[in-house]
């Protein structure tokens, strides 16, 4: 809300102070390659930095308005009615009703928001606008804001108003220019430019004195009020302060399990570890009786394997050659003593293998002594001479020998 001051109703020179904010500056990281972010309705991003420059005008501008009605109390714009030859902007339709005294730039606070504004001091002419400033006084004491609306100009070493990066339609910063003018309106570019004050240019001794005693009178009711609430500040301190100490206690406790709790993870550690390096000794150990067992099983089968071809001959053996061989290959590389669960039945398949070699061998033979036999005896029977008193043989009775 704007700031409304009102003191006396006694007026002696006609001039009634006042306090305005001529338009925002933006900071400046809004500024991204020297173009502006933010800016206001006319698309002029104002810095500090260059309005620095340019307070000093603000001395002695006019504050003007333009009246839409005969009484003098409504306004519309800034009353501009276009440029003279020499590029002068003419303003033919507004009246001035007031000037600046000085310009500063400060941090005032809008509508419950804290902004960076070039603002201005000055005085208007309640002798020739009385009606149109008890109007302001109104709409402010009401709690309506009073908008203006700032007017740059060129400086005299220049022909025209300076920009950053020239003209912009939006965003453009102006480095080099002065304050012509501020006036009253009622659509502004800048919602930031507004009337702040209005005050009386005087006030009596009396009401100043009366002033002084009521503050005297709050600083002392201020003072009772606070030595009042002493005494309760102090005992909440002092439950505040109890509070802490039971709290310190329970911390103390905590830490103390905390440290308790610290040696016996520790002491789990130093367990956990020696329990793994047990581990690892164990593991170590049993691969190695592993190995052990191993080669003593590898030496049992192969001495299983040995002592049963041992009991046949070189012969016999031939026809097995290349699975014993294969089979002591085998036995002489394992190393766990999973690879030797087929060894009894491999020793067993060789001796098989053996045994039905000798087996077909004495069939063969056996035939072949047969066939020997039979042919003998037919070679005898034809060189026989045949006895008639010899004893009678029935082939039907006759026996086969079984060499088995």
Request: proline share 2%; with cysteine.
């Amino acid at each position: 809300m704007p700031i409304f001051e009102l003191s006396s109703k006694k007026h002696k020179t006609g001039r009634r102070p006042f306090k305005a904010s001529l338009y925002e500056l933006q900071p400046p990281e809004s500024v991204v390659d020297d173009v502006g972010t933010k800016y206001n309705k006319n698309g002029i991003t104002f810095l500090e930095e260059y309005a620095s420059q340019a307070l000093d005008s603000i001395k002695d501008m006019s504050v003007r308005v333009e009246f839409i009605d005969d009484e003098r109390t409504m306004i519309l714009a800034h009353g501009d009615t276009g440029v003279s030859d020499d590029g002068l902007p003419l303003f033919n339709n507004a009246t001035t009703i007031g000037h600046f005294t000085n310009g500063y730039i400060a941090d005032i606070t809008l509508n419950g928001e804290t902004k960076r504004c070039v603002c201005g001091d000055g005085y208007l002419d309640e002798m020739a606008y009385q009606p149109f400033i008890q109007s302001l006084e109104t709409q402010l004491s009401n709690g309506n804001s009073v908008d203006g609306s700032i007017e740059i100009y060129r400086t005299d070493n220049n022909d025209a108003i300076v920009y950053k990066k020239g003209w912009l339609e939006k965003g453009r910063i102006p480095t080099e220019y002065i304050h012509s003018g501020w006036d009253m309106v009622i659509n502004p570019a800048d919602t930031s430019s507004t009337l702040l004050e209005l005050n009386n240019s005087e006030t009596n001794k009396e009401d100043k004195t009366l002033n002084e005693k009521e503050l005297k009178e709050l600083i002392q009711s201020t003072i009772s009020e606070t030595n009042s609430k002493n005494e309760e500040f102090i005992a909440k301190i002092n439950e505040l302060n109890f509070t802490i100490s039971e709290k310190d206690s329970v911390i103390a406790e905590k830490e103390e399990k905390i440290v308790e709790l610290n040696a016996s993870i520790e002491q789990l550690q130093g367990a956990l570890k020696k329990l793994k390096e047990d581990h690892e000794t164990y593991w170590a150990e049993r691969e190695l009786l592993e190995k052990e067992l191993v080669k003593a099983k590898v030496a049992e089968k192969l001495g299983e394997l040995e002592s049963t071809i041992s009991k046949f001959n070189d012969e016999e053996k031939a026809v097995a050659k290349d699975d014993i061989d294969k089979l002591k290959a085998n036995l002489n590389t394992c190393e766990k003593k999973d690879e030797l669960n087929n060894a009894t039945a491999e020793i067993n398949s060789i001796k098989s293998k053996i045994c039905m070699n000798i087996v077909e061998k004495q069939k063969k033979a056996d035939a072949e002594a047969r066939i020997a036999e039979q042919n003998s005896a037919k070679e005898n029977k034809d060189n026989e001479v045949i006895d008639i008193f010899s004893e009678i043989q029935d082939k039907d009775n006759e026996e086969d020998t079984n060499i088995f």
